[in-house]
């Protein structure tokens, strides 16, 4: 029987009471009184006012038991409520409770486990409200006025529609409007490309030029932000170095330029894409755009970074009359001379100083920051030196450095890396900076970081020890059965879905290999060295347009290797699916195999034609344990998606999590 009642909920029931499907449990982009949120459902935005298909927003869950909003398109996602600059906490929200339900009830209180409260201004006896993901990306809550026909906002997630990542698309900047609520503008020389869509963006009004056989203005847009997609984070640096940077770079479509006052020096982020724009008179720095000096460039919105020019009309121009003779002007002009020299030198000094005396001061100044800022302590390298016993036992190696093991003064553990010798030009402010974005992650499926050296030429980084190794130590041993290995899977999973979604900055780890995958006592995982080839790659670059390739043959997706795209979080989707087959196979990707893993296991499915042999044929047969048939099946499918050819075919690491606990709880 179909049934609808009075809260809204259309059910199929049998004859004796059972709810076979009911539309609770699948809501689009609206949930009604009474109409949970679920860790299993998400609310998604339509694309526009009249177009109802799927949009870029999304409500949902996420792997810290956090409701967020997120924007994801086909090239770009992040998450922008709560404010991704602070952690859950800091914005009032519990990661604890696992349960995850929201809901709002009729008289508009809306309450979550993970402890996000709030009431609807009309709070009270209303017969009619919901709560709906609009297609601006805004979460609000509306009322029925009966007597109008209207539903009027009763309470909104982001007060500040310029906030919400995406609204204006690429290439432009969004501005708070008090009557219409934000405006968008194209930058500079560019032109909208959907006139009836801002999501669509801006694109160039100029031919874009070739690589290396172009010169370069630079547009300054004042008090402009754009969030995020830094190719880059240069602390320290003065506007012509940022700007040679950015000229150097194909990549770079600009760079944000600022000072921050808590530091004491200018930081500049060279950007790969201009997004989320933000024109803000509250913001304290600018944003110069890169534009080929063929280009003629407009003075009302735009200044040259090489210097402001005075463009006087001839009406404007008054010749003065001289009060003084030529004898006086020429003693006046050596007096001037005399006290321009004067004053040079007086500034050349204290330009000198304020530098050199900065300089001198980032390494307490920076050091008091980290501290403050993550809790880390700097270890000295005498400390570590003896706690490692002089670095005697080698527990690993990579291309970043060589791990020791250590035991500290208080008896704990540690694994110490020394990581690989900078260039003389890696001053201790970059790697403070580092350490500090490093500090940010939170997740039980990350190494910890608990200190760090920065002492002369050495930089080395203190870890949790974790005591069964890594995974690529484990795969062979009869240690890790089935059960094991989904856990192990998961809780990899869930770490990259943090890294590349939920953290302030985005992160792609950029070598996911079993090798970076540790296991503690209980074989629980923790993704390592994520990040750190940031710290490493000074004299390269740390654009997701890399010159070269990072990763490790066998891992590495198709279009890091052979095709010249912009590199994405799928990459990471890659390199997990390839692990993730050769926990179950039992064969490494790099052990001397021509072919790649992927495609042997496809083989084996469409030689078997149909039929379920081909997953005895695949499995490791040497592995303890039972496991049932189809979920087997169901996990080696997953891995095949994570590799397929396509970057767009790919789920999201949020999506494997969700795939592998529909498997977890069907098995």
Known sequence: MLRLNNSGNLFIQTRDGKVLWQSFDFPTNTLLPNQPLTKLVSLVSSRSSTNHSSGFYKLFFDNDNVVRLVYSDSRLTGIYWPNPEFRAWESGRNIYGSQRIATMDSSGHFISTDDLVFNTSDAGDQPSRRLTID????????????????????????????????????????????????????????????????????????????????????????????????SRYMPNTTLSECKQECIKRCSCKGFQFKYDWNK??????????????????NFNGSMYLKVPKSVPLSLNNSRDVQGFKLNCSVKTTIQLDRSYDRNHQKESIKFLMLTAYVVGALEIIC?????????????????????????????????????????????????????????????????????NEFSNRQDEAELLAEISTLGSLNHMNLIEIWGYCAEGKHRLLVYEYMENGSLSQNLQSNKLDWDKRLD?????????????????????????????????????????????????????????????????????????????????????????????????TGTSQCGGSEGRLDSWVREKIIAAGGKNDWIREVVDSTVDGNYNMSTMGALIKVALRCCEEDKDARPTMSQVVDMLLHVEEDD
């Open 135 to 230: 297609f601006d990306g805004n979460f609000r809550a509306y009322s029925l006025d009966e007597s109008r026909g209207i539903w009027q906002v009763t309470w909104q997630a982001m007060s500040e529609g310029c906030k919400i990542h995406g609204s204006c698309g690429e290439n432009s900047t969004c501005s708070n409007d008090p009557v219409h609520g934000r405006k968008c503008s194209c930058i500079p020389n560019h032109r909208m490309i959907n006139l009836t869509d801002w999501s669509y963006g801006c694109e160039p009004e100029f031919k874009p030029t070739s690589c290396g056989n172009s010169e370069y203005n630079f547009l300054l847009l004042p008090h402009s932000d754009f969030w995020g997609y830094d």
């Open 351 to 419: 330009i000198s100083y304020f530098f050199y005396g900065t300089r001198s001061r980032l390494s307490t100044q920076g050091q008091g920051y980290l501290q403050a800022a993550t809790g880390f302590r700097r270890f000295s390298y005498a400390e570590l030196k003896k706690a490692s016993k002089n670095f005697s036992e080698e527990i690993g190696r990579g291309g970043g450095g060589i791990v020791y093991k250590g035991v500290l003064s208080d008896n704990r553990v540690v694994a110490i890396k020394h990581l």
């Open 264 to 281: 004491g020096f200018s930081i500049c982020y060279p950007k790969f894409l201009l997004v989320n724009g933000l024109r803000s008179a």
């Open 488 to 584: 192990i899977a998961l809780g990899t999973a869930k770490g990259l879905a943090y890294l590349h979604e939920e953290c302030l900055e985005w992160i792609l780890h950029c070598d996911v290999k079993p090798h970076n995958i540790l296991l503690d006592r209980d074989y629980k995982p923790k993704v390592a060295d994520f990040g750190l080839s940031k710290l490493l790659d000074r004299n390269g670059t740390r654009d997701l347009e890399f010159t070269r390739a990072r990763g490790t043959r066998g891992y590495m997706a198709p279009e890091w290797l052979f095709v010249n795209l912009p590199i994405t979080s799928k990459v990471d989707v890659y390199s997990y699916g390839v692990v993730m087959l050769e926990m179950i």
